[in-house]
């Protein structure tokens, strides 16, 4: 019976320049055109990683809190309003 790993799919690394089958250029690096598409992928969940990491570090900080605070007042008064849309 096999186990699927957890792992995800493997990971694609960039070519050398000079290899004469790297001839798709994704962000700067170069990989084989079958490459270009997981590597795209690849460095898209990187990305989206990234942002969550430094959106929740934000988060913690005392202007992250507060602009929380604000945001979620500011999502109370609108579905108020939406509710009372003569309470305005």
């Given at each position: 019976m096999e186990e699927?790993?957890?792992q995800p799919e493997n990971i694609i690394r960039p070519r050398d320049h000079r290899d004469p089958r790297a001839t798709v250029n994704v962000n700067g690096a170069w990989?084989?055109?079958e490459?270009?598409?997981q590597a795209e992928r690849q460095n898209a969940a990187r990305r989206a990683a990234h942002e969550q990491k430094m959106h929740d570090?934000?988060?913690q900080t005392a202007g992250g809190k507060l602009c929380m605070e604000f945001y979620e007042a500011f999502q109370e008064y609108k579905a108020y309003l939406e509710q009372n849309p003569h309470a305005w």
């Open positions: 699927k790993s957890s990989y084989y055109p490459e270009a598409e570090q934000w988060l």
